[in-house]
C-alpha cells in the first residue's frame, strides 16, 4: 500500500513538472512570436515613414518643375496637390485588398510559421 502510494506521489510530482515545463515553454513560444511581430512592425514604419519622406519630397519638386514649366508655381502645387488626392482616394477605396489583407496574412504566416513547429 505504502508502494503504490509513493508511486502515486512521484507520478503527481511528474506531472507537476510536466505542467511547469510546458508553461514555460508556451511562455517562451507567445515571447518570441511577440518579439517576431513587434520587429517586422516597427520595420513597416519605419519603411513607411521613409516612403512618406520620399513621396513628399518627389512631389515638392515636381510641383516646383510643373510651376516652372507654366510659369505659375501654385499652380504647379495644385496640380501634384490634386495628384496626390486622387492616388489617396484610390488607396482608401482599394485598402482592404492592398493594405490590410497583406499584413493580415504576414502577420498570421509569422505567428503559425509551419518550418518552426516542425522542429519542436
Known amino acids: 500500500m505504502a508502494e503504490d502510494f509513493n508511486n502515486a506521489e512521484t507520478f503527481v510530482d511528474q ?7 510546458r508553461l514555460t515553454q508556451l511562455k517562451l ?3 518570441e512570436k511577440t518579439s517576431k511581430v513587434m520587429a ?13 519622406l520620399f513621396l513628399v519630397l518627389i512631389s515638392i519638386a515636381g510641383a516646383v ?3 516652372q514649366w507654366l510659369e505659375s508655381f501654385w ?7 490634386g495628384i ?6 484610390i488607396l482608401w477605396i482599394s485598402k482592404d485588398w492592398m493594405i ?4 493580415m496574412n504576414a502577420l498570421i504566416k509569422l505567428m503559425f510559421d509551419k518550418e518552426e513547429n516542425e522542429k519542436d
Open 100 to 103: 490590410r489583407k497583406p499584413i
Open 65 to 67: 518643375i510643373i510651376g
Open 40 to 52: 517586422v512592425m516597427i520595420a513597416i514604419v519605419m519603411l513607411a515613414l521613409v516612403f512618406f
Open 29 to 31: 513560444s507567445f515571447a
Open 84 to 89: 496626390v488626392l486622387i492616388g489617396g482616394l
Open 15 to 21: 506531472v507537476k513538472e510536466y505542467v511547469n515545463i
Open 75 to 81: 499652380l504647379g502645387f495644385v496640380m501634384v496637390g
